[in-house]
């Protein structure tokens, strides 16, 4: 029977406020298996706050938390990343439940590296860190007040792989894409739709959240990646050719 | 569909020791849809440190808990009791889990007044607690470190009793293309990568099979087919307007 592979699942940080929330989060993650912390632009915690959360059972992984000067850098060896939000209503969906994502989780975490991507307690991810996620959580809540403690919706969302990591046998999931080829080929899909005139110079990236959305949502190869990317030279041969 | 009747449950918190986790879960309790928290033979908690983690959204929690010398007093009332304990191994269960109890609730909390259980972040329940109790839930975790934060496990149980109350966990699929749209989509990429050289006139199939399985393995929808489309027909038009 397939099971999440918990050793290939980390959490991403990003901009977080709280020492005591990271000594949480540690604790948390350290609870339902998972050893790998990554905090982006954020640092200085105070050593002794968190260590007081995390108890000193979760010593390790408060010890072991890489930092990053940059989500791109973060998230770059990462096959397939999963953002949360509570913002509901505005048109960023689709959005999947904590459940949906760790029944997803279990085969893709077979054979990729998977980041669930946190944004700061106050503000959440904005689409500068969204755009780089393949599938968006949101966590069911009482209308009357959706914002979790940033340490309650990582252990929700590792509860619900932790749960997943005992399920149910299903297809494998090959190899994604890594997220720098993505990125890469996102920027050469961007600058052949600017050149053709087909993105809006003042909003370049309504367009290409869609084609994000897309694409990710597919589970897109590597393979696949370079087929997109050499239509893309193509094209621009074709119209470099044309020209003159 | 029957769900859970939130209004009827209450977490009763036994000697718990930090104003932090209590603040924490009166939060956590409003972020599930749970107004009543009881607290027994503890008492003289830090109100601000409380109100700093409940923030002021779950005030109203906070000032509605309710204080108990003694836990026959504080359960009296209750007609089905859920306690709570990390220590797998003895001789106390059988025990559940979160989500076995939450498909319980659903009809229990119908009619009857429901208490979840927890004891203090120390110890836990002890059996003159746990007698009480006609279920009791463990949480699963990692072998390695078992004991969960007091709020964490408050949030957890809290929300496999929200998602039970919006009865099943479904996602909404989208409506996705038709097959006659896929078809045009398909015919018109197929039209635009001959004309700038991408597909071996020979066998024009054999790259546009690969993109076959891409777009439908990721599901498209209608309105991502219009953009592929818009797109294509901007590289047509822009190929044409620099040939003549």
New interface residues.
């Given amino acids: 029977m397939l099971k999440t592979k918990?050793k290939n699942i980390s959490i991403v940080l990003y901009k977080p406020k709280y020492a005591g929330n990271v000594g949480?989060i540690a604790?948390?993650a350290?609870?339902?298996?998972i050893g790998k912390i990554i905090i982006v632009e954020a640092s200085g915690f105070d050593h002794e706050e968190m260590q007081q959360?995390s108890?000193h059972?979760?010593a390790d992984v408060l010890d072991k938390i890489r930092y990053c000067k940059n989500i791109g850098e973060a998230l770059g060896k990462f096959n397939y990343i999963v953002g949360t939000t509570a913002r509901l209503g505005k048109a960023r969906g689709?959005f999947?439940?904590p459940?949906?994502m760790a029944n997803d989780i279990v085969n893709i975490s077979q054979k990729n590296k998977v980041a669930l991507l946190f944004g700061p307690e106050d503000t959440g991810l904005a689409n500068d860190q969204m755009r780089f996620c393949q599938s968006v959580v949101t966590?069911?809540?009482?209308r009357?007040?959706?914002?979790?403690?940033l340490?309650?919706a990582v252990?929700?969302l590792c509860?619900e792989l932790?749960?997943a990591s005992?399920g149910e046998a299903q297809e494998l999931v090959p190899t994604l894409a890594r997220s720098n080829e993505l990125e890469g080929m996102y920027g050469q899909i961007k600058t052949l739709?600017a050149n053709?005139?087909?993105l809006n110079p003042e909003n370049p990236d309504y367009?290409m959240m869609?084609?994000r959305r897309?694409?990710t949502?597919?589970?897109?190869l590597s393979r696949?990646v370079k087929?997109v990317r050499?239509?893309c030279r193509?094209?621009e041969w074709?119209?470099h050719h044309?020209?003159t």
């Fill in positions: 918990m949480s604790r948390a350290k609870n339902m298996g959360r108890t059972l979760a689709p999947i439940s459940r949906a966590i069911p809540t009482s009357e007040f959706t914002s979790l403690n340490s309650h252990m929700i509860y932790f749960v005992s739709l053709i005139g087909f367009w869609h084609l897309f694409f949502r597919a589970g897109i696949e087929i050499g239509i193509q094209l074709y119209a044309k020209k």
